[in-house]
Every structure is written in C-alpha cells, then in structure tokens.
C-alpha cells in the first residue's frame, strides 16, 4: 500500500512559478515510478509527466513541456513538479500518481498509475 500526500498548490497569477510536492509512504518508493496528473473543471483527467523510478526516464505533455520538470529525492520518498510560466489554463486539481515496479515505457493513462494522491489545487488568474 503506497499513500501520497501532496502540497504546494496555491493561486497564483501568470508567469510565476509554483512548487508542487507528492511525500510517498512506504518502503517501494525507490521502485516506484511516479507521475502527475491535472482536471480542470469540466474536463477530463489529463496526464501531465511521469518518471521513471530511476529518474533515468522522464515523460511530459505536449501542453506543458518545456514549462514543468518532474523530479524525485529518493531520500525523502518525495516527487517534485515543478511548474513555470503558469498559464490561466494550468488552472487545475493535480494529482500525485504512482505506479510500484513498473519497468519500460511510463504510462500517459490514468489506468496505468495503481495509486492517487487526493489532489491539491493549482489556480492561475489573470
């Protein structure tokens, strides 16, 4: 059983940066290839990235590469987004994912992560 918690969402305005954390419990955290996800209101679940449990891999969408970086301490049992230039459609719950032991390709669909965080809130206002 792997529980995620995270925080660091917030309301910001655009072209700022935001940090957000994912703390991971239990002991597969350094086999555990983790990932985020976002909603919008009225829209579906979207993948945002995912990294492998190495690190080696990363994975990002096409609407936010080059803006996020997925990273992970294996130290802490922590994944990191973080989150610049934000853009008013960054707006969004995000979503901590994880997925223990998985090797090869990271997965871009929420059927591949077996565990979610409750989500933390990401508002972005003109």
């Known amino acids: 059983q792997v529980q995620l918690v995270e925080s660091g969402g917030g309301l910001v305005q655009p072209g700022v940066s935001l940090r957000l954390s994912c703390a991971a419990s239990?002991?597969?955290?350094?086999?555990?290839?983790m990932g985020w996800f976002r909603q919008a209101p009225g829209k579906e679940r979207e993948f945002v990235a995912a990294l492998s449990w190495s690190g080696d891999s990363t994975y990002y969408a096409d609407s936010v590469k080059g803006r996020f970086t997925i990273s992970r301490d294996n130290a802490k049992n922590t994944v990191y987004l973080q989150m610049d230039s934000l853009k008013p459609e960054d707006t969004a719950v995000y979503y901590c994912?994880?997925?223990?032991?998985?090797?090869?390709?990271?997965?871009?669909?929420?059927?591949?992560?077996?565990?979610w965080g409750q989500g933390t809130q990401v508002t972005v206002f003109s």
């Open positions: 239990g002991r597969t955290f350094r086999t555990t290839a």
């Open positions: 994912v994880a997925a223990p032991g998985l090797v090869g390709r990271l997965p871009q669909n929420a059927a591949g992560y077996k565990y």
